[in-house]
């Protein structure tokens, strides 16, 4: 996995490099170019991250919990690093307004993801009491 880090810092590296180089001349490129960069990484981590995603599902398979939980914090996950990106790219292009409603946007569907979890706690607080 550390090999792995290093080549994407270095491909992150370049893309950075290019894309500033060819914010100089069109900044469309740039963005695309940049965008472009997030899309790789986002896949090699999605296509790289599968024997952890598995082997979670193990360990809270094995401590019983629910797998409707695990996919909630996975999608939760990914929500996260999806809203990240997103919000970045729109700053780095100049778009701070837009950058912000996205962060918003996944601030609010966390939110409503979690609420069937809320409902299980506030179930579990009242059957205790």
Do not use: H
Request: hydrophobic fraction near 55%; aromatic fraction near 8%.
């Amino acid at each position: 996995m550390v090999d792995n880090c290093f080549s994407v810092a270095v491909f992150c590296t370049a893309s950075a490099l290019l894309a500033v180089l060819l914010r100089q001349y069109s900044r469309e490129q740039a963005m695309l170019t940049a965008l472009g960069a997030c899309g790789a990484v986002l896949c090699a981590f999605a296509l790289t991250a599968e024997p952890m995603i598995s082997e979670i599902e193990v360990i809270f398979g094995e401590a019983g919990i629910s797998q409707c939980y695990i996919s909630l914090i996975f999608k939760a996950a990914a929500i996260c690093f999806i809203t990240q990106m997103t919000c970045e790219i729109c700053r780095d292009c100049g778009e701070t307004a837009i950058g912000s409603a996205a962060e918003l946007w996944g601030r609010g569907a966390i939110t409503f993801m979690s609420l069937p979890v809320v409902r299980a706690l506030v179930e579990l607080i009242n059957g205790i009491v």
